[in-house]
Nanobody, 121 residues
Framework: QVQLVESGGGLVQPGGSLRLSCAAS????????MGWYRQAPGKERGLVAR???????DYEDSVKGRFTISRDNAKNTVYLQMNSLKPEDTAVYYC???????????????WGQGTQVTVSS
């Protein structure tokens, strides 16, 4: 089994910053793409940012220039640095990873439990 555990969410004022972390553990051979998604009340879950195993990144248009995704492959951890936060960034943020598991070396998609980010004055 593989577990993804997020941390770093919370309440922040508009214009503030937060850093989310997601650590993967378990039967991991390697991790391919990792990403952050978010879901606001009444809305569907959508991609915020993703990063390949080689470090290539993609961002949703509304977060470009404000959010930065990075990863530490040695720690099986992905980060999301969020700056200049806006009320519309309020959502539950979920981590996702495409994991090559042992011993089969098959690839499965795993999700974290989510962490709440609230941007409000």
């Amino acid at each position: 089994q593989v577990q993804l555990v997020e941390s770093g969410g919370g309440l922040v004022q508009p214009g503030g910053s937060l850093r989310l972390s997601c650590a993967a553990s378990g039967n991991i051979f390697s991790i391919e793409a990792m990403g952050w998604y978010r879901q606001a009340p009444g809305k569907e879950r959508g991609l915020v940012a993703r990063i390949s195993s080689g470090g290539s990144t993609d961002y949703e248009d509304s977060v470009k220039g404000r959010f930065t995704i990075s990863r530490d492959n040695a720690k099986n951890t992905v980060y999301l640095q969020m700056n200049s936060l806006k009320p519309e960034d309020t959502a539950v943020y979920y981590c996702n990873g495409n994991v090559v598991v042992t011993p089969t070396h098959r690839v499965y998609s795993f999700w974290g439990q989510g962490t709440q980010v609230t941007v409000s004055s």
